[in-house]
């Protein structure tokens, strides 16, 4: 059996419970203890070479404490000690910032070797030790975190951020796998202020390496972030949706990034990037909206794929809406495609219509129907 005295709840979900927030996910962290005394207990290991085992009861997850040293590039360089003597204090400094380096132990007493709770009350996202730099996710994970906790008003702290500058003029942002990118990012897209992952990799110089358009529209001489129109994009676009795919389309968007871009440097997966480029070569017609006649607007909706019903023609709406240059009479179109829609093809198929016949007097009829209302 496992000393409980040797058992502790770590990192997000004491953290969360600071902030008052729901707890999610529970971590522990078992000091002195081993692979083998883990698995008399019970537990088994999630992964046959990583000290993290899962709850036989609760399947929560139980890592041996450890420290790490670094001895390669990138966020898999590391090395991992989990032997018995790895202390509480030693495997909390390994985490990223103070404020998931943060413990409570059995009796619910908090554990806090590197001012966390206070960097929390401060509204700081600070290093836990110059060991941040060892590892580039965590500009990411930063970023993230900012996107993240942003209403409650936490920043990257002054010390952090001088760390994070030289992270990026190191190089460190080219160490990083889409395929990690994304996941950071993806999560992000999800919080309720998803533009301050981008402004926290602005600020550091990071953008550029992932969004060159967007980090151009975000430099000091561009007006800065209040005035990129992507970051507007992103804002208005989370008022709309709460969809991380329609926020990442409307930014992107108004990024003027490339799809091919986009989905080299961000992991993004194809189903993204075809909606990217779908959206690029519908923008140009859809900005001349208050101008088109009915004939343009009815091929507009087949381009848009209007005449479906499966909920994408009103995503691809939503992006074009979170536009800062978003014409006037979208909502026009929205209720001329439900006019058009509202055609009844039983009162066709009872003249007798039938296959491409019907086809066509359908798409015809609806056509009138748009002109002659728009």
Not at 152 to 178: N, S, W, Y
Request: proline fraction near 6%; charged fraction near 30%.
């Amino acid at each position: 059996m496992l000393n409980e005295r040797n058992i502790f709840l770590v990192g997000g979900a004491v953290r969360d419970e600071l902030l008052g927030l729901p707890v999610g996910e529970r971590d522990w962290v078992v000091v002195g203890s081993s692979p083998e005394a883990m698995r008399a207990a019970g537990f088994r290991q999630a992964d046959p070479e990583f000290p993290v085992f899962l709850h036989p009861e609760t399947g929560e997850e139980y890592a041996l404490a450890r420290r790490e040293t670094k001895v390669g590039e990138g966020y898999r360089g590391f090395v991992v000690d989990a032997g018995p003597d790895v202390s509480l204090e030693e495997d909390l400094a390994r985490r990223d910032l103070t404020i998931n380096a943060m413990a409570r132990d059995a009796e619910g007493r908090l554990i806090d070797p590197f001012g966390g709770e206070k960097d929390l009350a401060q509204g700081l996202l600070r290093h836990v030790t110059p060991a941040f730099v060892e590892d580039p996710v965590r500009l990411l994970r930063i970023a993230r975190f900012a996107a993240r906790f942003g209403p409650f008003g936490l920043r990257v702290a002054h010390d952090t951020h001088r760390l994070m500058k030289r992270m990026v003029a190191d190089g460190m942002m080219r160490e990083l796998r889409p395929q990690r990118v994304w996941q950071e990012l993806y999560k992000a897209l999800g919080y309720a202020q998803p533009w301050r992952f981008f402004e926290v990799l602005a600020a550091c110089g990071g953008l550029a390496e992932l969004l060159p358009g967007l980090a151009a529209q975000m430099r000091p001489g561009h007006g800065g972030t209040a005035a990129a129109p992507a970051i507007e994009a992103l804002k208005r676009s989370v008022a709309l949706s709460e969809a991380p795919d329609e926020r990442l389309l409307a930014l992107l968007l108004a990024s003027g990034e490339t799809p091919d871009v986009a989905a080299q440097r961000l992991g993004m997966p194809p189903r993204l990037r075809q909606r990217l480029q779908q959206a690029r070569e519908l923008w140009p017609q859809v900005r001349e909206l208050d101008r088109l006649p009915g004939r343009a607007v009815a091929d507009l909706l087949d381009r848009m794929g209007g005449w479906r019903r499966d909920g994408r023609f009103e995503a691809l709406l939503r992006v074009f809406r979170a536009q800062p240059d978003a014409p006037a009479r979208l909502d026009d179109l929205a209720r001329a495609r439900e006019q058009a829609l509202a055609v009844d093809s039983r009162a066709l198929q009872a003249r007798g219509l039938a296959g491409p016949a019907l086809g066509e007097a359908l798409a015809r009829t609806r056509r009138e129907a748009i002109e002659s209302t728009w």
